[in-house]
Nanobody, 124 residues
Framework: QVQLVESGGGLVQAGGSLRLSCAGS????????MGWFRQAPGKERDFVAA????????YYADSVKGRFTISRDNAKNTMYLQMNSLKPEDTAIYYC?????????????????WGQGTQVTVSS
């Protein structure tokens, strides 16, 4: 059982940066692969980035590749999403999620646990 809490969202101008954090609880946190998803108003939840349990492999949506960086620190039970060069189209609620491999890291259906979400708003 894993509990997740996101933080770090806020309002930023286009071109700015934010770092999201996802704090996990439970002794099994290091055994889970992790991911970030986002959902804009009236739209479906979309994949953003994912990372394996060891942090050795990462995955990114084409829309954020080169701008966002996912990482994790298992000793701190925390995952991060560094977001640079933000665009208005990045505006959404961002969700942290955890899964057990071998599920597809790019599919929301493969994740077992979800945080409450944190709002990111990018102004033009």
């Amino acid at each position: 059982q894993v509990q997740l809490v996101e933080s770090g969202g806020g309002l930023v101008q286009a071109g700015g940066s934010l770092r999201l954090s996802c704090a996990g609880s439970g002794r099994t946190f290091p055994t889970y692969a992790m991911g970030w998803f986002r959902q804009a108003p009236g739209k479906e939840r979309d994949f953003v980035a994912a990372i394996t349990w060891s942090g050795g492999t990462t995955y990114y949506a084409d829309s954020v590749k080169g701008r966002f960086t996912i990482s994790r620190d298992n000793a701190k039970n925390t995952m991060y999403l560094q977001m640079n060069s933000l665009k208005p189209e990045d505006t959404a609620i961002y969700y942290c999620a955890a899964r057990k491999p071998p599920s597809n890291p790019r599919s929301a259906s493969g994740y077992d646990y979800w945080g409450q979400g944190t709002q990111v708003t990018v102004s033009s």
